[in-house]
């Protein structure tokens, strides 16, 4: 008995714009708590969602239960102002993390407090919203003129000819020579905030710096070109994979028509049905992309610094999955080392949009990695 269908909004990619766009809105309001987002959102509430999110730093400044402040007050909703800096951060962060025997299993605890791990999504965030702006048209450039290719195959040669110029090798090639110098980019931006990071460097996470090829170890730029290889044929072979689905589809579409298409209508729809599907698409791997880079980065950076053990910092946005939600509680408590996997939704992953997981746990994640 009490049981009801509904539509899961998550899974019907046209709609994701509209939706993420929704979700943005209500991330702004300052007047609602976590829950209630995400009760307008279709999701479930989560323990602790009770709060209003503060626009400065992204920490509680209000419980869910009202307080009043005296006679004459009552209903009004208040809280304490407190300054935000440096000097507060760490004071505090020497007061409540004292070195214990208890710590040196879970590791160095500096980033652990809210208000430290706000500094470093806040930096994220920034960081990965920049160069997710740089990529999001490069990938409408590139599908552009992905489907200015296939229009012209399908003008010259029909069907046989488009399946020819979609080769997976091919389009896998064009991807990665499109956007090496976006992704070498990306890389070094997560590098260096991964070794500032394991500094604990708050000002450099408070600043606006951007990255200085400089303070990259000579070592590490030695492999820097085989990571970024890596990386890019990663990305290169799936989105291949999937345009090629796409392709396939249209051409599907095109051969079961009431009336057969001739050779200018394929290629007409091949081009409208391309540029349509690249507007959301382009975003969609733009922040994918942009988040998995610079948590690898982070993570390369990391090591190079000798931090023993990560934990997951999930965003806490009104979108954020529950298995990323329950990632955040259960490796702040208990870090792992940082060679091991992460266990998100029975599936292993070395960093907040490791491709190794499918696309439930990777696609517009906006978590990223927390040093201890």
Not at 131 to 141: H, N, S, T, Y
Request: with cysteine; glycine share 8%; hydrophobic share 40%.
């Amino acid at each position: 008995k009490r049981l009801w269908l509904q539509i899961d909004r998550n899974n019907i990619e046209a709609i994701q714009d509209d939706w993420k766009e929704k979700a943005a809105m209500m991330s702004q309001m300052g007047f609602l708590t976590i829950n209630e987002q995400r009760r307008m959102l279709g999701y479930e509430a989560v323990q602790g969602g009770d709060v209003i999110m503060g626009t400065l730093s992204d920490i509680p400044i209000l419980s869910g239960k009202p307080q009043t402040s005296g006679k004459g007050n009552s209903g009004l909703l208040t809280f304490k102002a407190r300054n935000f800096n440096k000097e507060n951060l760490i004071n505090d962060n020497l007061n409540n993390n004292q070195m214990t025997s208890e710590m040196t299993t879970k590791g160095d605890q500096f980033w652990a407090p809210r208000e430290q791990k706000a500094i470093l999504w806040k930096a994220y965030k920034g960081r990965t919203d920049r160069m997710a702006g740089k990529l999001e048209p490069a990938e409408r450039q590139w599908l552009k003129s992905l489907a200015s290719d296939l229009a012209l195959a399908a003008k010259n040669g029909g069907v046989e000819k488009v399946l020819a110029e979609a080769g997976q090798e091919k389009i896998s090639e064009s991807y990665q020579k499109f956007f090496r110098p976006l992704y070498e980019e990306m890389l070094l931006l997560g590098f260096r905030a991964g070794t500032r990071a394991a500094k604990k460097d708050v000002d450099f996470f408070l600043s606006e710096k951007q990255v200085d090829p400089e303070d990259i170890p000579v070592a590490w730029r030695e492999k820097f070109n085989a990571l970024v290889t890596l990386m890019m044929t990663e990305s290169g072979t799936q989105i291949a994979k999937t345009t090629i689905l796409k392709i396939k589809d249209i051409i599907k579409e095109a051969q079961t028509a009431e009336v057969p298409l001739s050779v200018m209508q394929l290629a007409e729809k091949i081009w409208g049905d391309m540029i349509e599907w690249s507007g959301w698409k382009a975003r969609l791997w733009a922040f994918t992309e942009t988040a998995k880079l610079d948590n690898f980065g982070q993570l390369e950076g990391m090591k190079e610094e000798g931090t023993e053990k990560k934990g997951w910092l999930c965003s806490m946005l009104p979108e954020s999955r529950e298995d990323h939600i329950e990632a955040d509680d259960r490796y702040s408590a208990d870090p792992i080392p940082i060679d091991e996997d992460f266990l998100i939704g029975g599936q292993m992953m070395a960093y907040p949009g490791d491709p190794k997981a499918g696309p439930e746990q990777v696609c517009n994640c906006r978590c990223t990695l927390l040093p201890f």
